[in-house]
């Protein structure tokens, strides 16, 4: 059973969100993303600065099993990215939800998480 | 759902992730593939492999019979559980299957692959019409390989009556106990057993190398330690279409006795005497990335060939392919990797060996 932290919001694309005091917001991949990728050994994190929109393919995420895209799961700017992540990607099967976290974005929406999947919608899309 | 060996339950037990491969329901693996991985690499573990398709030859004519269906010669076996490796081979000189031949006691085991089981049963069935020789499929016996420095000591340890047989085993030889099968071969580039068993008694001899500190072992490390281990994979590497001299197999094709007429010689003579058109290398890529089977390889000034096999490897902690290039390729190509050109090399394989990098 996957694990998904009710405190969190979540896309279609298994990307978790969380919102920081300063308006920020956190973007990883979830349990259940990384559960289903295997054991990562590659990350591939976008610069800090550029300006996405939601869905853009951003980041690249390499298992032994097979490559996938990170998508952005809302429009807006990447402000920081975890570069320790890409020193160990071990750490995204290990703590998907803490240490390996992806990239901080300022949303061009404040508002944008509002309309996103709660905990709930998302277990049920993973069932 | 698919066809299930006698280990299924043990494969649940472990917490195996199943998945559909060539019609049974295996391990991929059972938690971390890496994990299970570097355990072959570095101490013992194990592989169920009952799927394959074990055949068995006799009668009088079952030496001329093997000796026309496969590319390498049975006759070179001298002495009893003695294995080989061989293509057999089509009419066109392609590889319709690659398989062990072990020379057993007035008859021979050969170990074919499960994907391609009823095509080789049925060329083989065909074949012997001619000859006065039988073939026997062994359904009802289970396989298990336990690979790694530590696997035949441990494997002594649960079979201790058979201590003795099991460690005068000499590399590439199998000696029957019965039903039971100890054969010193393997799939991984370690040392180690492949073991058959009747599949009534395969769950306990499971449960009891669990015991003696074999960790089970899915499918998905099998592929990276042959991968590392430079060994083909049938329908990846090789297939119907493709030569052993296009499939780093040339060391299998037995040319001598010159008057030894195996199917698929005269195909490939033919294709020595025009020309090979393409090879199979190993391509390491020391940066960023994994190559994976379909993707082009470019190579500068020759032409493109493409992946067969890739993969992250552990061992080496960056990507090893085998890929089928144009024959005069050098040492230097460019994978295309999601639209771009990354530079790689071309090295001579193995890539491990006993654990250890073996490629300059």
New interface residues.
């Given amino acids: 059973m996957s694990n998904i932290p009710t405190e969190l919001k979540y896309v279609e694309s298994h990307e978790w969100l969380r919102k920081e005091a300063d308006g920020t917001i956190t973007v990883g991949i979830t349990d259940f993303a990384q559960a289903a990728l ?2 990562i ?2 990350i ?1 994190l976008p610069e800090v600065g550029t300006e996405v929109e939601a869905d853009d393919d951003i980041a ?1 995420v ?1 298992s ?4 996938s895209d990170v998508y952005a799961p809302i429009a807006g700017k990447i402000v920081a990215v975890n570069e320790d992540l890409a020193d160990a990607p071990e750490k995204a ?1 290990e703590d998907p939800y803490g240490d390996a976290w992806f990239f901080r974005m300022e949303p061009t929406d404040p508002n944008v998480l509002d309309g996103l999947m709660s905990a709930e919608d998302y277990a049920a899309k993973c069932e | 759902m698919g066809k299930q060996t006698p280990l299924y339950q043990q494969h649940l037990d472990a917490n195996g992730k199943i998945v559909d491969f060539g019609g049974w329901d295996m391990p991929i ?1 059972y938690g ?3 994990q299970e991985h570097n355990v072959v690499r570095e101490d013992a573990g194990m592989f169920d492999v009952s799927h394959m398709t074990i055949v068995d030859i006799a009668g009088p004519e079952a030496l001329a019979y093997l000796q026309k269906i496969l590319a390498n010669d049975v006759s070179k076996l001298g002495f009893t559980g003695k294995a080989l490796y061989t293509g057999m081979l089509n009419e066109e000189g392609g590889v319709i299957d690659d398989l062990i031949v072990y020379k057993m006691d007035g008859w021979y085991r050969t170990v074919v692959n499960c994907g391609t089981r009823e095509k080789d049963l049925a060329w083989m069935n065909k074949q012997i019409a001619a000859f006065d020789a039988t073939l026997t499929e062994r359904p009802e016996l289970a396989m298990v390989a336990v690979q790694g420095p530590n696997a035949i000591e441990k494997v002594k340890q649960v079979r201790s009556e058979q201590a003795d047989l099991i460690g005068e085993l000499k590399v590439f030889q199998g000696l029957p106990v019965g039903e039971w099968f100890y054969a010193r071969t393997g799939y991984t580039g370690e040392d180690g057993l492949e073991i058959i068993v009747p599949a009534a008694e395969v769950a306990e001899f499971w449960e009891a190398l669990i015991a003696a500190g074999v960790a089970p072992t899915g499918l ?1 490390a099998r592929d ?1 330690l042959r991968l590392e281990a430079g060994m083909n994979l049938y329908g990846n590497d090789m297939d119907d279409s493709i030569s052993p001299l296009q499939a780093g197999m040339g060391w299998t094709i037995a040319w001598e006795p010159a008057d030894r007429d195996f199917i698929g010689r005269k195909a490939l003579e033919a294709q020595k005497a025009a020309g090979i058109p393409s090879k199979l290398v190993g391509i390491v890529l020391e940066t ?3 190559m ?1 089977s379909h993707q082009k390889v470019v190579i500068e000034g020759i032409g493109e060939g493409e992946i067969t096999s890739g ?2 490897s ?1 061992t080496l902690q960056h990507s090893i392919a085998m890929a089928r290039v144009p024959y005069d390729t050098g040492s230097e190509c460019n994978i295309e990797m ?1 639209g771009k050109l990354i530079p790689a090399r071309v090295v001579k394989m193995p890539f491990v060996r006993n654990g250890k990098k073996v490629f300059e």
């Fill in positions: 295997g054991d050994v590659f591939e690249v390499e032994v099993k097979a490559a099967n | 693996h971390s593939q890496l998905g990276t960023r990335g994994v994976r993969t992250f552990p999601r």
